[in-house]
């Protein structure tokens, strides 16, 4: 099971993620109590360096922006909205994670999505059987208003390849519980799932 704790803005939370065996580590560049900016994303990047992969956390993001934020961040894989990424100068190198929201159409799918609420970081629950139908078809990350209370059946209900959780590992608006981060990764790699779990 892929996990990945997205929004983070601490120190000690990062730690947390990292000694817990999080996966992937998000940081955000869209507006929201979680936004940070380049700089301090690097600087608190550096000890998830090696050890999870840095994901940017993006949506409808221009271009000069974006160049900054890679430019100074430096980030491991891009994550924005599925139609932003037809529109943006990205480096060959550069992982895409793109979001599939609940309520789009997908025609053709890419090898990895996101399958997300309308409103990221907004706790609100995606379509799960929506998203267990993507599932079958491409290796699907579900978020959306997960904590360690339900995570167990999202997995079941879903069967995903991973999660990705902000607002239920938080103790108020933009900064993370560390007691939940412990929680949820707990209760994430305790649930039964038939899904892949190849690492990315």
Do not use: Y
Not at 56 to 83: C, G, I, K, S
Not at 157 to 185: T, W
């Amino acid at each position: 099971m892929w996990i990945k704790i997205c929004g983070m803005t601490t120190p000690d939370a990062i730690a947390t993620a990292l000694e817990a065996g999080a996966d992937a580590i998000g940081f955000v560049f869209a507006p929201s109590p979680r936004q940070l900016t380049p700089e301090a994303a690097a600087q608190l990047a550096r000890p998830a360096r090696g050890r999870a992969r840095c994901v940017a956390v993006t949506r409808h993001p221009a271009q000069p922006a974006l160049d900054e934020m890679l430019r100074v961040f430096r980030p491991d894989v891009l994550q924005t909205d599925e139609d932003d990424l037809a529109a943006l100068k990205l480096p060959g190198s550069l992982e895409r994670l793109p979001v599939v929201r609940s309520g789009e159409r997908t025609t053709a799918l890419p090898p990895r999505i996101l399958f997300e609420g309308p409103s990221s970081g907004s706790g609100t629950a995606s379509d799960w059987s929506a998203a267990r139908r993507l599932a079958r078809r491409t290796q699907l990350v579900l978020a959306g208003g997960l904590d360690s209370g339900n995570v167990a059946g999202a997995l079941a209900a879903v069967h995903p390849f991973g999660v990705d959780v902000s607002s239920g590992v938080e103790a108020r608006p933009g900064v993370k519980s560390p007691l939940k981060i412990l929680q949820f990764i707990a209760a994430a790699r305790a649930a039964p799932t038939t899904a892949s779990e190849d690492p990315p």
